[in-house]
Every structure is written in C-alpha cells, then in structure tokens.
Nanobody, 128 residues
Framework: QMQPVESGGGLAQPGESLTLTCEASGFTLENFAIGWFRQAPGKEREGVGCITNKYNSGYYPDSVKGRFTISKDNLRNVVYLRMSSLKPEDTGRYYC?????????????????????WGQGTQVTVST
C-alpha cells in the first residue's frame, strides 16, 4: 500500500522551528505530487504546502507563506516540511499526502481533494 509516513511533530514555543519528514516505502516520492496538510480540532483539513513535478517551486497559502517550505531529498526518498516562526494557530495534526497524477498549478492551490494516499499524521503543538 502506498501510504506515506510522517514524523517530526512535537511541542514548540511560538517563534521556534520544526521540521516534519514524510517517508515513502514501496514507491518513489520523486514521481508523485506531495502535499502537506493540517487539521485542528473542529476545523477542516487545510493545505499548508503542495509541490508537484510541474510546479516544483510549490504552492503555499498566505497563512504560512514565507514561514513554511517543502523540500525533497530524492536520494533518501523523503520530503520535508520546514516550519519556522511558528505561531499558536499552527497547532494541529499534520498530514503528508501523495498523488501520482496531480500536476498542480495556480488555479488548483493546495486542496486535499487532489491527493489519493495519506499518512496517519503527526501532531504539532505550538504553545508557551
């Protein structure tokens, strides 16, 4: 089963940084669109960054632009979400998702509907 696995979540104070890792077993992440999403209690799942082979620079919503960055390590077959200047509103469960067909683009943004395979998530809590 092509399910990615997330790690790296934890507790951070406002202003600190965290890096999440998405690993793949049995498939090559380089060939897939990658999305990072988060979900806070009582809220809908939202995209915080998506990257595809067609749009390698990535798409980030305004809420995280300039603070979150997705990067790929194709040799290790992992994808990272680097989060800096964390805020309490960044708290949530973070998910990595992949899709073999989604090409992305400015008109598509970073929506969960375009992604097929999901990890179990890793919790990020930003609090003093």
């Amino acid at each position: 089963q092509m399910q990615p696995v997330e790690s790296g979540g934890g507790l951070a104070q406002p202003g600190e940084s965290l890096t999440l890792t998405c690993e793949a077993s049995g498939f090559t992440l380089e060939n897939f669109a990658i999305g990072w999403f988060r979900q806070a209690p009582g809220k809908e799942r939202e995209g915080v960054g998506c990257i595809t082979n067609k749009y390698n620079s990535g798409y980030y919503p305004d809420s995280v632009k300039g603070r979150f960055t997705i990067s790929k390590d194709n040799l290790r077959n992992v994808v990272y979400l680097r989060m800096s200047s964390l805020k309490p509103e960044d708290t949530g469960r973070y998910y990595c998702a992949t899709d073999p067909n989604f090409l992305g683009g400015p008109d598509y943004g970073c929506s969960p509907v375009y992604f097929s395979w999901w990890g179990q998530g890793t919790q990020v809590t930003v609090s003093t």
